[in-house]
């Protein structure tokens, strides 16, 4: 990027202009304003500068500070009258200076102050490009390739395993051998639903495997593909690269009590295995797609929560810098998790290595800046009155076509109702009074008063926008949707906002067209680009989710940085088997579950984890996949197992969120903003029921999740020690996860993750011993056992299968029967609770072999 002084000005100014902006506006500007709103004094107080013209139109975080020709539209102008805000804070302006700047933007604001800004020269040229497209894999699309010939002809089970077993055979390794029945089993349903398999699934298994392993396999997959816990362990992988969170995080951390619509959408889309494409495409512009009922219309408004549920500094003074980084959020999380690349490098520079010049950045900013992302709270008519000092950019949320309230809507009689509306008129009446006040004393009291007043008339408008006219509750979700415009936007230098250069037209990232798709001037842009990624016409999208499937199932990606296919990315390993799923995935519809039983019906999956020194110093991070990759469980698969195990899962999906429930307010230290922890204000009211439920045959699994604190004063409020629904159902509040999340590594949800860190330390240790959680499991774990058989012998053996989906060894046995019998009755937890909570404990019990 090359960087050229340029005189930039927006109009021309007529001599009788300058002179009335010279003699009648600079000076007031330069005398009351530039100390605390100019650049030369570094002060931005609510992020508004007048110093330049560019700055003044750009405005602060209440908006434009003066648009030409609009009055009531000017914030300086609404300032210097004093009517809302107050400029200058201690005195009025005359009325002779007020009425010159009245008639200064009556007649367009001429400014002849001009800029001195950097024109930005892109050091990318269409060669680059060119040569990017032509040399580099993953700008080509995808296309098959015969897999080489291979000397073990009767090893193959499916294509797959061709393409594995001809890159093994050419480094001269063999693959290992095949997993025993109970391993794969357990790989089986860990995977595909995130939970352990039963006593009974590991006897049915185990006999069908005998009879035809390929058979057993495919019947366990079909059946596991079309229980709800699948939709919830896959939909559970897509919120990680969603960043899905309740809440924005930052400073400022205000929740978001209707993202869990998003969550439900997620796992229904999954269960119900919605085409991938059309899954990208209700995700980046739901709200533009044609639809045929106003439910379908319903789903797809919530599908863009995609684009809302991003992290934001509601706190930032400016609202053009809000707006600027809304919409780079939104762009990062669009290019990563659909096209595996991060285009949010070029918002400052030319990203060179990728062949993606800044103006492809502006290009895709032109189409997000023509929506309204909504994330905030309910339509208020007394929408001025909701702001805090605390809580500066504000949203609210989009009507849904559809009647859905959740279980924590509040309903309002008509006398209710009434009286509510009453007392919203009184506090609006000694808003006005207060104001008033304000204005003539200008003291620290009465501008105390005024904000206690304003929080009371928040919380009043806020209630009343949650019902209707008849006190019924209005359906709401997160998401987007056009703005009716059609802009294009600024190249900002370097990203700064005060540096706006010239106008981009819209369009998508030239490195991955094969021709230049133009958008209509009419349309915003994003419907196009939807149905561009959500495609086969770029080369990414289906690569990208392949290699995310193939990284949940067989432990590593063919492309290792899953979020970066770029040429800092890692390059494929199997690059002939990533293009043959890709066109696989393409040619199925799009099925995620199509791609998943062709995987999981393959030798590769099937593997042992066997170690051989000979070809771990030849693939010691066994890239050419000659083994199976152990994979610890992550923190839900952990705590639904022991739930599952304990024998207390349930498995009804719960209503909403713990954040519905609470509403919009801000989260601060672990707690939401009342001060009180979640358990003290209702947490457990129709959320914690527990069906225990038994497993059928790779039918409903038996019941088991729960929350994880030691201490409900120690522990973070929002483990809900009470709750014995799935994990994916808990609130994932940023900055406020549960010590059982977070100890077992669960990603942070401002951030795209697609793979999660496996660590392995002593808190986790600690967690399994001393957690009482955990110690609540374990004792429902032996009272199941004490209920299958009075049979010491018999309670080891269940035990094992419940825990490890195998018998336990002799020598395993012999040395629990022993401890049973020494260990002393009537001192604290049982013998078998404690024998439970080892196994429990236990590395095995983490670990997918």
């Not at 030691?710 to 010590?739: C, G, I």
């Amino acid at each position: 990027m090359l960087l050229a002084a340029t005189a930039v000005s927006a109009q021309d100014v007529t001599p009788e202009e300058v002179n009335f902006f010279e003699t009648k506006i600079r000076p007031v500007l330069i005398r009351e304003c530039y100390g605390c709103h100019s650049n030369k004094t570094g002060n931005a107080r609510g992020g508004l500068k007048l110093d330049t013209k560019q700055l003044m139109n750009l405005g602060g975080d209440s908006g434009p500070g003066v648009v030409p020709g609009k009055l009531e539209e000017s914030l300086l102008y609404n300032a210097i009258t004093h009517e809302d805000l107050v400029m200058p804070p201690k005195r009025k302006l005359s009325q002779k200076v007020i009425n010159d700047f009245k008639t200064w933007i009556e007649m367009g604001a001429p400014d002849p102050r001009v800029n001195e800004i950097a024109k930005v020269n892109s050091t990318i040229t269409s060669d680059d490009i060119q040569q990017a497209k032509d040399s580099f894999w993953a700008y080509q699309k995808p296309k098959y390739t015969q897999p080489h010939k291979v000397e073990q002809n009767d090893w193959p089970r499916t294509k797959i395993d061709h393409y594995v077993l001809s890159k093994l055979e050419q480094a001269e390794l063999a693959p290992a051998g095949d997993a025993e029945p109970e391993q794969v089993l357990r790989r089986l349903t860990f995977d595909l639903i995130g939970l352990p398999p039963t006593p009974e699934q590991v006897a049915y298994f185990d006999a069908a495997w005998k009879k035809d392993p390929d058979k057993a396999v495919e019947y366990v997959v079909d059946r596991l593909l079309k229980m709800d816990q699948y939709g919830e362990r896959w939909g559970r992988h897509w919120l990680d690269i969603a960043r899905y969170a309740e809440s924005t995080g930052r400073e400022v951390n205000m929740t978001y009590p209707q993202a869990w619509r998003y969550r439900d959408y997620v796992i229904d889309s999954f269960n119900a295995d919605k085409p991938f494409d059309r899954f990208v495409q209700e995700q980046l512009a739901g709200d533009l797609l044609p639809v045929k009922t106003d439910q379908k219309w319903t789903e797809n408004l919530i599908a863009t929560s995609f684009l809302a549920v991003g992290s934001k500094n509601v706190n930032e003074e400016s609202r053009a810098q809000f707006e600027a980084d809304l919409i780079d959020e939104q762009i990062d999380a669009t290019s990563r998790v659909f096209l595996g690349m991060s285009m949010s490098c070029a918002r400052c520079h030319d990203h060179k290595f990728d062949a993606i010049p800044q103006t492809d950045y502006y290009a895709l900013a032109g189409i997000f800046k023509n929506m309204t992302t909504y994330f905030g709270r309910p339509q208020s008519e007394h929408g001025e009155f909701i702001s805090t000092v605390q809580e500066r950019q504000l949203s609210t949320l989009l009507v849904m076509p559809v009647e859905d309230p959740n279980p924590f809507d509040k309903r309002y009689s008509a006398r209710q109702l009434g009286r509510m509306n009453q007392a919203m008129d009184a506090k609006l009446d000694q808003l006005a009074t207060q104001r008033r006040r304000a204005m003539q004393e200008r003291s620290i009291t009465s501008q105390r008063q005024m904000i206690v007043l304003l929080r009371q008339a928040s919380e009043l408008s806020s209630q009343l926008a949650t019902v209707d006219e008849k006190g019924r509750p209005v359906s709401y979700c997160m998401g987007v949707q056009d703005n009716g415009a059609s802009e294009n936007a600024r190249l900002l230098v370097r990203g700064e906002i005060d540096q706006p250069g010239e106008l981009v037209k819209r369009g998508f990232p030239q490195v991955l067209t094969d021709k230049t798709i133009r958008v209509s001037s009419s349309k915003s842009g994003r419907l196009e680009l939807a149905r561009w990624i959500g495609s086969d016409d770029n080369p990414l999208t289906a690569r990208v989710m392949v290699n995310r499937i193939w990284q949940h199932l067989i432990g590593h990606g063919i492309v290792r940085s899953t979020e970066n296919f770029g040429t800092t990315g890692q390059m494929p390993t199997h690059p002939e088997l990533l293009d043959y799923l890709a066109i696989r995935f393409v040619e199925s519809g799009w099925s995620v579950k199509t791609l998943i039983r062709e995987i999981t019906k393959s030798r590769v999956y099937r593997l042992q984890s066997t170690f051989n020194k000979q070809h771990h110093e030849y693939d010691p991070d066994n890239t050419l996949v000659w083994r199976a990759n152990s994979k610890r469980l992550d923190a839900e698969a952990i705590r639904d197992a022991m739930l599952s195990i304990s024998g207390e899962l349930d498995l009804k999906r719960p209503r909403a969120s713990i954040v519905a429930k609470e509403g919009n307010t801000r989260v601060q230290n672990g707690r939401f903003d009342s001060g009180r922890p979640p358990q003290q204000r209702g947490m457990r009211d129709g959320m914690d029921g527990m069906s225990g439920r038994r497993p059928g045959m790779f039918g409903q699994g038996p019941g088991m999740f729960g929350g994880g604190v030691q201490n409900a004063d120690e522990e973070n409020p929002f483990d809900m020690e009470s709750a014995r629904f799935r994990s994916v159902y808990l609130p994932v509040v940023r900055d406020a996860l549960p010590q059982s999340m977070a100890v077992f590594d669960f990603p942070d949800a401002s951030t795209i993750t697609g793979t999660r860190e496996e660590s392995n330390n002593a808190n986790q240790a600690l967690y399994m011993m001393n957690n009482s959680f955990v110690t609540q499991q374990s004792q429902s774990f032996a009272r199941r056992l004490a209920k299958f058989s009075s049979q010491s012998v018999k309670q080891v053996n269940q035990a094992f299968l419940l825990a490890f989906a195998r018998m336990p060894t002799s020598d395993e046995r012999t040395t629990i029967i022993e401890f049973l019998r020494e260990y002393p009755s009537g001192r604290g937890p049982s013998a078998m609770a404690m024998v439970c909570q080892s196994l429990l404990g236990s590395a095995e019990f983490r670990l997918i072999d």
